[in-house]
């Protein structure tokens, strides 16, 4: 079935630290790839998208992804961490414009100080 | 301006009742959908419509009864509320393939 898993149910990091998101898919063809922010009591945001192109996604908030056809991965990373990243992040993905999104089952990141 | 916007942002409601969460996008999108978020905030989809038309039906219980009159809302009613319906329900649309989403509705049936 088509999908994208997340392994990392909760992470924690210390801000300033670096962080990487782990995020696998199973498409068979190259799919149209998402990473979401939720804040607590929010809707989702979006982070960054990848279609095509440049396997190195830049996103808003200094994130950015990379696509590894070869890993089937869009992993999620950040540099440096701020206390205000702490939310739970979803990776989500589709076959095309028309088709649905699924959804990982979330990442949640806590940051200490 | 808000993009996606939901009402309620919370309903709290007894078993069997009926219940209207309503959905607005003024982005010019043509396509809407509804998720559910259950209690380990795992994202579901529920429906899909395309310019009024439904386009995606997951395997959702016919209590849940989706309604676009105009491609810039679509509403979703639920008939006979179950304690399992408790969730949140997010509204989104799309017209490049990212979704925007709303703020979602805090559903809890006592």
């Known amino acids: 079935a088509q999908s994208v898993t997340q392994p990392d149910i909760h992470i924690t990091v210390s801000e300033g630290a670096s962080l990487e998101l782990r995020c696998n898919y199973s498409?068979?063809?190259?799919?149209?790839l998402f990473w979401y922010v939720q804040s607590p009591g929010q809707g989702l945001q979006l982070l960054l998208k990848?279609?095509?192109?440049?396997?190195l996604v830049q996103g808003i908030k200094g994130f950015e992804a990379e696509f590894k056809r070869s890993q089937s991965s869009f992993n999620l990373r950040k540099p440096s961490v701020h206390w205000s990243d702490a939310a739970e992040y979803f990776c989500?993905?589709?076959?095309?414009?028309?088709?649905?999104?699924?959804f990982g089952t979330g990442t949640r990141l806590q940051v200490t100080l | 301006d808000t993009a996606v916007s939901q009402t309620p942002k919370y309903l709290v409601t007894q078993m069997g009742n009926d219940k209207s969460i309503k959905c607005e996008q003024n982005?010019?999108?043509?396509?809407m959908y509804w998720y559910k978020q259950d209690s380990k905030k795992f994202l579901k989809i529920m429906f899909s419509?395309?310019?009024?038309?439904?386009?995606i039906n997951e395997t959702v219980p016919n209590r849940f009864s989706p309604k676009s009159p105009d491609k810039a809302h679509l509403n979703l009613h639920i008939n006979s509320l179950e304690l399992g319906d408790s969730a949140v329900y997010f509204c989104?649309?799309?017209?490049?393939?990212?979704?925007?989403f709303g703020e979602g509705s805090r559903l809890t049936v006592l």
């Open positions: 982005l010019g999108h043509d396509t």
């Open positions: 989500a993905g589709r076959t095309g414009t028309a088709s649905k999104l699924t």
């Open positions: 498409y068979g063809a190259t799919p149209y």
């Open positions: 989104a649309s799309t017209y490049t393939g990212e979704l925007f």
């Open positions: 990848y279609f095509s192109g440049d396997t």
């Open positions: 419509y395309n310019n009024k038309e439904l386009i």
